[in-house]
């Protein structure tokens, strides 16, 4: 269906419509009935994750370093205080041995924190029952960032429906796109509602304007809903396409010594939102080097993600781990990835590649 023709031959375009109506109910249905919230950003739902989760000054937020500092800065709107996990080798996401310790320490001083943010990173899929089990444990809430991992898949359910709360973000470079855009998948219709009303300028229910707290304009405009409804139907090949990508790489570059790739466990489908080249030292080539010869050839990379724990703004921040992150920061490139690459265009790639690699 054309969705986008429907909205405009309504003259429908913004704000929330029909098409976010219906684009919420068919996220739902595909979260497994999970309440969900259309907003503008995936950062937005983070923020109002915050609220929701009543995070506030000098609150603690247990946040996992290898990701985007989106992940992040709404735990700081909040003017409350992140502190960062390490990954384990598996999988490359937050590591259940070192969140315990962390949560351990803040529980024996009196500072609970309000909640543990992790991502499944690049779309793999993170060990959510290992992490679920710490975090019910010590009773603190688990904000689930499925930002990169739509399509991924843990133990048959969908990434996006285990958490407390979960986050979905539709940018221009995600599986699926809105142009911009994001979500916010909640346990209750309760706290849907709620959610709603702080996205929409927090406006109380009086024939007047009038506002007894603060809310902000975050909902996902009809016109962007309806590309979205599009897309949605188109997932599940774009996952496909993004997991041959994944296996040419795999398959063409992985037998060679020092060569490495994201695991992928048992339980889990990443949909390979990502595919992220590791490059061991001694390996005679390094990310700079592999980056920049991928860049003569006129081919887009980009490094792997930098650690949150390594970042300028949160110097001093609480750190627990080894250095997981880091190794991946250093050694890791992420190669051309697009549902739409052609074989050709694979091909092309991989020779660069092992040309470099000598």
């Known amino acids: 269906?054309?969705?986008?023709?429907?909205?405009?031959?309504?003259?429908?375009?913004a704000p929330e419509g029909p098409c976010t109506a219906a684009f919420e109910k068919e996220l739902s249905a595909y979260l497994h009935d999970k309440p969900v919230v259309a907003l503008n950003a995936g950062t937005a739902a983070l923020h109002l994750a915050?609220?929701?989760?009543?995070?506030?000054?000098?609150?603690?937020?247990?946040?996992?370093?290898?990701?985007?500092?989106?992940?992040?800065f709404p735990v700081c709107y909040q003017k409350a205080t992140p502190v960062f996990v390490d990954s384990e080798p598996e999988t490359w996401n937050i590591d259940?041995?070192?969140l315990q310790k962390c949560l351990e320490y803040y529980c024996r001083r009196g500072k609970k924190p309000k909640a543990v943010i992790g991502v499944h990173v690049f779309g793999m899929p993170l060990r959510l029952t290992d992490v679920l089990e710490v975090c019910n444990r010590y009773e603190v809430p688990f904000l689930e960032d499925a930002a990169e991992a739509q399509g991924s898949v843990y133990r048959g359910r969908q990434a996006g429906s285990f958490g407390t709360m979960a986050v979905?973000?539709?940018?221009?470079?995600k599986m699926m796109t809105t142009s911009a855009g994001g979500a916010l998948v909640l346990p209750d219709e309760?706290?849907?509602?709620?959610?709603?009303?702080l996205a929409s300028q927090a406006k109380d229910q009086l024939p007047y304007y009038c506002h007894?707290?603060?809310?902000?304009?975050?909902?996902?405009?009809?016109?962007?809903?309806?590309?979205?409804?599009?897309?949605l139907e188109a997932l599940e090949e774009r996952v496909q396409l993004r997991r041959r990508n994944f296996d040419y790489y795999q398959k063409m570059l992985g037998a060679i010594p020092g060569i490495a790739f994201q695991p992928e466990r048992p339980e889990s489908r990443s949909n390979r939102w990502l595919t992220v080249l590791r490059i061991h030292?001694?390996?005679?080539?390094?990310?700079?080097?592999?980056?920049?010869?991928?860049?003569?050839?006129?081919?887009?990379?980009?490094?792997?993600?930098?650690?949150?724990?390594?970042?300028?703004?949160?110097?001093?921040?609480?750190?627990?781990?080894?250095?997981?992150?880091?190794?991946?920061?250093?050694?890791?490139?992420?190669?051309?990835?697009?549902s739409g690459l052609t074989e050709e265009e694979l091909a092309r790639i991989v020779g660069v590649i092992t040309a470099h690699l000598g």
């Open 1 to 13: 269906m054309d969705f986008l023709r429907l909205a405009m031959d309504a003259n429908w375009i």
């Open 50 to 72: 915050m609220r929701l989760l009543e995070v506030d000054k000098d609150d603690i937020v247990v946040c996992q370093s290898l990701t985007f500092a989106a992940t992040v």
């Open 96 to 98: 259940p041995y070192h």
């Open 168 to 173: 979905l973000s539709f940018n221009g470079n």
């Open 190 to 197: 309760r706290l849907r509602q709620r959610a709603c009303f």
């Open 212 to 231: 007894s707290e603060v809310g902000y304009n975050y909902r996902m405009s009809n016109l962007c809903a309806a590309i979205g409804l599009a897309q």
């Open 281 to 338: 030292p001694g390996s005679g080539a390094t990310p700079e080097t592999l980056h920049a010869a991928l860049a003569g050839a006129g081919i887009a990379s980009r490094y792997a993600w930098n650690p949150m724990h390594l970042q300028p703004v949160f110097k001093g921040a609480g750190y627990w781990g080894a250095r997981v992150a880091e190794s991946i920061f250093s050694e890791g490139l992420c190669l051309p990835s697009g």
